[in-house]
């Protein structure tokens, strides 16, 4: 096989293997990204009240309460689920708690392990982009050259 097959072929494969690597890519920007913590608070509920506050150690990231990961509490007969964040006071609703019960709830959540680094949540959220684009732009490369002869 001559030097324009070879190119062609690898021009191929870098366009493959950048489709490829971009799901594992962005999974790891995410990581980076994150940190997971877990907190516990005491949760006293009344006759009526079916939910209660716990404050959060750290903002949650984005605000988004899908970066809760686990809700548990020590009663058997609730059903945590996270409702609502209130960034104001750092803190998350948690619902489906059984009445008039006092009992430990834990959460699980992810939080923003950049915020002492300035400038990286930046780059970091690029770096996907940048990788994408230079194995695609290798790739482009390699076929214009082959084609080219």
């Known amino acids: 096989m001559n030097t324009r097959g070879f190119k062609a072929i690898f021009g191929i494969i870098m366009i493959m293997v950048a489709f490829i690597l971009f799901p594992l890519i962005m999974t790891s920007t995410s990581d980076i990204m994150t940190d997971e913590t877990t907190v516990s608070d005491s949760v006293t509920t009344g006759a009526a009240a079916t939910s209660g506050w716990v404050e959060l150690g750290a ?3 984005d605000d988004d309460t899908n970066n809760v990961t686990s ?3 020590d009663d058997t ?3 945590p689920a996270v409702d ?3 960034a104001g ?3 998350v609703l948690i619902d489906g ?3 008039d019960t006092t009992r430990t709830i834990r959460v699980t959540y992810l939080y923003d392990a950049t915020s002492g680094f300035t400038g990286l949540a930046d ?3 690029l770096a996907p982009t940048i990788l994408m684009l230079a194995l695609i732009g290798t790739g482009i490369v390699m076929l214009y050259q082959a084609a080219k002869g």
């Open 59 to 61: 903002d949650l990231y």
């Open 71 to 73: 809700v548990t509490s």
């Open 77 to 79: 007969d609730d059903s």
């Open 84 to 86: 609502s964040y209130n």
């Open 89 to 91: 006071n750092n803190s």
């Open 97 to 99: 708690l059984d009445t």
């Open 123 to 125: 780059l970091t959220q």
